[in-house]
């Protein structure tokens, strides 16, 4: 079964600058104005005002071809890696959207992997619902999909409060058997079984689910709902360990903003001298808040006129930005509210921490990344413990086009130190310059509650702090044994949760 890819979105305003994948053009010095020229010139032009911008749609009758030359100059102008993206037909793909799935660099990493994994498009109208509100349809459970073929296996990670998941008491560790009556296991009939996952609101599905640790099995119906995300969750010194605060951050939302400086404000007051920052799941969001989390870590003394992340274009654009014409200036570490949910200007809590772990996962990507990298380029010892993040060191600014919004890579965002190469993900414990001190924990624990000092990931840390070293492979649940490392897990989320979004 394969998770539902999400298709094409629009530009936000010019304030919204997206970070994620990687590309270029293969041509030299290239024309902004080639591409300027020949936007919202559109095959099926929309009518109307936009509802989220206020704004009367700016598309003209044109066609499918001004559309994909459209898109081929627009990379050639902006895309990180240009000089890479190979000469292709426009008339041999069907639809602009099929078109510009090729207009990207086919080179690959050091490890193998595709240097450009993020290049993708979302239509206009889900983007901008996504972006702005923070809302999406579902049950509130976080699912983890540990195998995607027979015999598959999918859990939930976690679930957000008042949601339609906790009011079926599905929690942490639940798996799922069944969908609509289709066995989730070994059953063929994929269609029912991603309905019932991805779910359109005010849909009914019914499940059949085993809790973890129940011997039996049990059946709920969930109707899908608008459910809004609550980002932090399980704020507070850990039970057993006053000194150690712990926090689950699960999205860079706006609404993180003012949940992450209510949690430390109430981590400053608690006396904790330690805190375990947990973003298994953290896909990504805001870079505002990023390096607003990035401050209240760290405090003012070592962060005052520092870089938290600096951008850097293709080689066209090494004075201003391209698309927004600003001077290329580094984005600070910020140490009051942008006013993204909390009201502008207010003083951020700060903790002056010398250190930090935190907890990642396959899912841990972009702008989390970002906090990790933006903290060792100004010296605060970061530890890892869990497994290597997904890699996403690049960004882009999502670009409206006649309905659909592209994604194209467009810079990289580097730390105080000039440091930024980390395609293949931080590695705790490893070597060489993405390895990070810390603890390899590849097994998701999902027989203990987030935030339990017994949970897997989270017992290492509290072994590393105390002793520097970690635990051995006796830690590790026995249940857990057989489970697949969270690298061949998939933590699937809307592509809006698995990016860096950067607020000018």
């Known amino acids: 079964m394969n998770v539902p890819a999400h298709g094409a979105a629009r530009a936000l305003a010019p304030a919204l600058l997206l970070l994620l994948g990687v590309a270029c053009s293969k041509h030299d010095k290239a024309d902004p104005a080639a591409y300027t020229a020949l936007a919202n010139r559109c095959a099926t032009p929309r009518s109307g005002i936009d509802p989220y911008t206020g704004a009367r749609y700016p598309d003209v009758q044109g066609t499918a071809d001004d559309e994909k ?63 702005q509100s923070g809302v999406e349809a579902g049950y509130g459970a976080q699912w983890v999909v540990l195998s995607q073929k027979p015999p598959r296996s999918i859990v939930v990670a976690y679930t957000e409060p008042n949601s339609p998941a906790t009011t079926a008491s599905i929690a942490r560790g639940t798996h799922v058997l069944t969908i609509d009556g289709v066995d989730v296991v070994n059953g063929a009939d994929v269609n029912t079984l991603t309905a019932g996952l991805y779910p359109l609101a005010g ?15 049990r059946t709920v119906t969930m109707t899908a709902a608008n459910v809004p995300a609550q980002p932090v969750q399980d704020v507070g010194p850990l039970p057993g360990y006053p000194a150690v605060g712990y926090l689950l951050f699960n999205d860079h939302l706006a609404t993180a903003e003012l949940a992450l400086a209510h949690a430390f404000g109430q981590l400053a007051t608690s006396g904790v001298t330690d805190v375990v920052v947990d ?42 930005d391209p698309v927004t ?88 965002g580097v730390n105080q130190k000039g440091f930024g190469d980390y395609a293949d993900g931080f590695v705790p414990g490893g070597s060489g310059t993405a390895g990070v001190p810390g603890c390899l924990v590849p097994q998701d624990d999902f027989d203990h509650a987030l935030g339990d000092p017994a949970e897997v990931r989270l017992a290492a840390a509290l072994q590393y702090l105390s002793t520097g070293a970690c ?34």
């Open 279 to 320: 973003m298994r799941y953290n896909g990504g969001g805001y870079l505002v808040v990023a390096s607003e989390l990035a401050y209240m870590i760290a405090g003012p003394t070592v962060t005052a006129g520092k870089t938290f992340e600096r951008t850097v274009f293709n080689d066209q654009y090494t004075t201003a």
């Open 325 to 412: 014409g600003d001077p290329l200036t580094p984005m600070p570490f910020l140490d009051a509210t942008v006013g993204l949910s909390a009201a502008p200007g207010q003083a951020l809590p700060h903790l002056d921490l010398r250190r930090v772990v935190v907890i990642t996962g396959a899912g841990t990507c972009s702008a989390s990344e970002s906090v990790i990298n933006s903290l060792r380029g100004v010296d605060v010892q970061v530890i890892l413990v869990g497994d290597t993040t997904c890699g996403k060191p690049y960004g882009f600014y999502p670009e409206d086009n006649c309905g659909t919004t592209y994604f194209s890579i467009q810079f990289q």
């Open 471 to 504: 635990p051995g492979a006796g830690v590790a649940s026995s249940a857990l044994s057989a489970a697949p490392p969270a690298a061949a897990a998939i933590v699937p989320k809307s592509i809006w949760q698995q990016n860096r979004i950067y607020l000018r």
């Open 69 to 131: 030359t459209w898109l081929r100059r627009w990379t050639d102008a902006l895309y990180l890696w240009y000089r890479e993206v190979p000469a292709s037909d426009p008339g041999a793909y069907a639809t602009p959207q099929d078109y510009f799935a090729v207009l990207k660099t086919p080179q690959l990493t050091t490890s193998g992997a595709a240097k450009d994994r993020f290049h993708f498009i979302y239509p206009t109208a889900v983007w901008e619902a996504l972006s």
């Open 203 to 217: 849909t009914t599905h019914t499940f059949t689910v085993q809790d973890a640790g129940a011997a039996t099995t």
